[in-house]
């Protein structure tokens, strides 16, 4: 009831009366569990002698944002098996720098349209822009771009709800999954070097291939979350509103500013408020016991917003990681631990480098913010600007030099 009425700070709320600065005892769901922050906590975490996932995702997550048998269900050797394809895609700088470079184009391709137009909603739109890209990039046919990027924000807008939204999710889900199980099907009959067809190769620990519907699941689980960068383009136009100064230093299109910019939205705004496992066997954790099944939950904003990691946690600041990369377990806007290894998502470097392009293009974008409510309820999760953040666009405007995240990506260089 606390988490339904509280959303993101929850957690925060629990911290202030609790005696341990990085673990909590509470109960969600009927269940005993315990929270933890802090990078020690992050390594607790991730250790698969401590806590696994199998069995910990709640059904309507699985039935909304995951899918069912998806990756993140997975632990040991068959969550490793997985992984191996998630970060041949995911982490490699060439195939992030294309898929930037895409997003970057789909977005001036929109920018005249938008132009024509009296307002419009930047969530939508971006949705629309980076479901075009991620499509083409993987070699996903779409023929129902906006259609198709509204059942994409679905799945991410309706997992924390009972309500329509989540029913919304449900029905997005079914139509995805039977639209991509389709594509694998042809993909094993024609295979070709797309991410489409690698995903379509993929094989359980045992040699086996993945199930078609298995198989699109975890072409959703590519896709997907690539299309929830939208909620970082709304925050990072939130982000320009209220500081226009930010705004001014993104116009000049330098990468590490951009970078940094990114970093900061992740943490600054709330998106996963946490993550959660099951306990394998009872342990201790700064010397509080964690007795064995019990729910432990790493707290992702509580943890972006600890003032021992981030001076003045509620200022948005991005010089703060100008000169410095978050430690691997400091900054977990999507989670902590070895990406390559781990449940750390791996589409990491896309999200940096989608979000610095973006960034970029939009302090270079003319527009106007038209009165609207603006208000970010940390009651809704995952949250939004109540409008959705709406602009009035005039046009691009002119501005020497292309330093943007696409083009270093594109050159093989590491975004994040």
Same mark, same amino acid.
């Not at 809704?380 to 409008?387: E, F, V």
């Given at each position: 009831?606390?988490?339904?009425?509280?959303?993101?700070?929850?957690?925060?709320?629990?911290?202030? !009366?609790?005696?341990?600065?990085?673990?909590? /005892?509470?109960?969600? &769901? $009927?269940?005993?569990?315990?929270?933890?922050?802090?990078?020690?906590?992050?390594? @607790?975490?991730?250790?698969?002698?401590?806590?696994?996932?199998?069995?910990?995702?709640?059904?309507?997550?699985?039935?909304?944002?995951?899918?069912?048998?998806?990756?993140?269900?997975?632990?040991?050797?068959?969550?490793?098996?997985?992984?191996?394809?998630?970060?041949?895609?995911?982490?490699?700088?060439?195939?992030?720098?294309?898929?930037?470079?895409?997003?970057?184009?789909?977005?001036?391709?929109?920018?005249?349209?938008? =132009? $024509?137009?009296?307002?419009?909603?930047?969530?939508?739109?971006?949705?629309?822009?980076?479901?075009?890209?991620?499509?083409?990039?993987?070699?996903?046919?779409?023929?129902?771009?906006?259609?198709?990027?509204?059942?994409?924000?679905?799945?991410?807008?309706?997992?924390?709800?009972?309500?329509?939204?989540?029913? %919304?999710?449900?029905?997005? %889900?079914?139509?995805?999954?039977?639209?991509?199980?389709?594509?694998?099907?042809?993909?094993?009959?024609?295979?070709?070097?797309?991410?489409?067809?690698?995903? =379509?190769?993929?094989?359980?620990?045992?040699?086996?291939?993945?199930?078609?519907?298995?198989?699109?699941?975890?072409?959703?689980?590519?896709?997907?979350?690539?299309?929830?960068?939208?909620?970082?383009?709304?925050?990072?136009?939130?982000?320009? /509103?209220?500081?226009?100064?930010?705004?001014?230093?993104?116009?000049?299109?330098?990468?590490?500013?951009?970078?940094?910019?990114?970093?900061?939205?992740?943490?600054?705004?709330?998106?996963?408020?946490?993550?959660?496992?099951? =306990?394998?066997?009872?342990?201790? @954790?700064?010397?509080?016991?964690?007795?064995?099944?019990?729910?432990?939950?790493?707290?992702?904003?509580?943890?972006? /917003?600890?003032?021992?990691?981030?001076?003045?946690?509620?200022?948005?600041?991005?010089?703060? @990681?100008?000169? !410095?990369?978050?430690? !691997?377990?400091?900054?977990? =806007?999507?989670?902590?631990?070895?990406? %390559?290894?781990? /449940?750390?998502?791996?589409?990491?470097?896309?999200?940096?480098?989608?979000?610095?392009?973006?960034?970029?293009?939009?302090?270079?974008?003319?527009?106007?913010?038209?009165?609207?409510?603006?208000?970010?309820?940390?009651?809704?999760?995952?949250?939004?600007?109540?409008?959705? &953040?709406?602009?009035?666009?005039?046009?691009?405007?002119?501005?020497?030099?292309?330093?943007?995240?696409?083009?270093?990506?594109?050159?093989?260089?590491?975004?994040?």
């Amino acid at each position: 009831m606390g988490l339904a009425a509280q959303g993101y700070s929850w957690f925060p709320g629990r911290w202030r !009366r609790s005696a341990n600065p990085d673990v909590l /005892h509470t109960r969600l &769901m $009927g269940k005993r569990a315990v929270g933890l922050r802090g990078p020690a906590a992050v390594n @607790f975490f991730y250790d698969e002698d401590h806590v696994r996932r199998h069995g910990a995702i709640p059904e309507p997550v699985q039935g909304t944002l995951f899918g069912h048998g998806a990756i993140h269900t997975l632990d040991g050797i068959d969550h490793r098996n997985r992984k191996m394809m998630f970060v041949s895609v995911l982490k490699d700088a060439r195939q992030v720098g294309q898929l930037a470079e895409r997003v970057g184009r789909a977005w001036d391709d929109a920018v005249p349209e938008w =132009a $024509g137009q009296p307002s419009i909603v930047l969530f939508d739109e971006s949705a629309r822009v980076i479901t075009k890209a991620v499509c083409e990039w993987a070699g996903v046919p779409v023929t129902d771009v906006a259609g198709t990027a509204a059942d994409l924000t679905a799945l991410v807008d309706g997992f924390a709800t009972a309500g329509r939204r989540h029913w %919304r999710a449900r029905k997005a %889900r079914g139509r995805l999954e039977r639209w991509l199980t389709g594509l694998i099907e042809q993909a094993r009959r024609s295979p070709d070097d797309s991410v489409l067809s690698q995903v =379509a190769s993929l094989t359980e620990t045992d040699g086996r291939r993945l199930e078609p519907k298995r198989a699109a699941v975890e072409l959703l689980n590519i896709i997907r979350p690539t299309v929830a960068v939208s909620w970082f383009v709304t925050f990072a136009g939130h982000a320009l /509103h209220r500081w226009p100064e930010v705004r001014d230093r993104l116009r000049d299109g330098d990468l590490a500013y951009a970078v940094a910019f990114a970093h900061e939205l992740r943490r600054f705004y709330p998106f996963a408020p946490f993550v959660g496992g099951v =306990a394998v066997q009872e342990s201790f @954790f700064q010397d509080e016991r964690i007795p064995k099944g019990a729910m432990v939950l790493l707290d992702i904003y509580g943890q972006n /917003h600890d003032e021992r990691l981030w001076p003045e946690p509620y200022r948005f600041d991005p010089d703060r @990681f100008l000169g !410095r990369e978050p430690g !691997r377990d400091e900054l977990i =806007a999507q989670g902590g631990g070895d990406p %390559r290894a781990g /449940h750390r998502c791996p589409g990491e470097d896309v999200t940096l480098a989608i979000l610095a392009t973006l960034a970029v293009r939009l302090a270079r974008l003319d527009f106007t913010v038209p009165e609207q409510d603006l208000t970010i309820s940390l009651r809704r999760i995952p949250a939004l600007p109540r409008s959705r &953040m709406m602009l009035a666009v005039s046009g691009a405007q002119e501005v020497s030099g292309r330093a943007t995240a696409e083009v270093a990506a594109a050159d093989g260089e590491p975004i994040g």
